[in-house]
Nanobody, 124 residues
Framework: QVQLVESGGGLVQAGGSLRLSCAAA????????MGWFRQAPGKEREFVAA????????YYADSVKGRFTISRDTAKNTVSLQMNSLKPEDTAVYYC?????????????????WGEGTQVTGSS
């Protein structure tokens, strides 16, 4: 059992930056990989970024590569998503997720635990 809580969402002008954080609690030793997904109204939930806990290997969607950076703090059991050069197309609810085993990192069905989400709005 793992609980995830996101924070740091908000409204920012296009070109601006936000930093999201996700705190994990519970049986955190079971986490193999953590990721960020986002969902805009009327659209499917889509992969944004992921990080393998033990190695720190990172993965990014093409749409955010070069603009977003995912990182982890193993001592605090937190992951962060630094979002730079935000675009209106980045507007969505962002969800933190955790997987218990190695899997397809970009597929939301491979993740076992989910936060409740935090709103990110990139205004034009």
């Amino acid at each position: 059992q793992v609980q995830l809580v996101e924070s740091g969402g908000g409204l920012v002008q296009a070109g601006g930056s936000l930093r999201l954080s996700c705190a994990a609690a519970g049986r955190t030793l079971s986490i193999y990989r953590m990721g960020w997904f986002r969902q805009a109204p009327g659209k499917e939930r889509e992969f944004v970024a992921a990080i393998t806990w033990s190695t720190g290997s990172t993965y990014y969607a093409d749409s955010v590569k070069g603009r977003f950076t995912i990182s982890r703090d193993t001592a605090k059991n937190t992951v962060s998503l630094q979002m730079n050069s935000l675009k209106p197309e980045d507007t969505a609810v962002y969800y933190c997720a955790a997987a218990r085993f190695g899997s397809t990192y970009y597929s939301d069905s491979q993740y076992d635990y989910w936060g409740e989400g935090t709103q990110v709005t990139g205004s034009s």
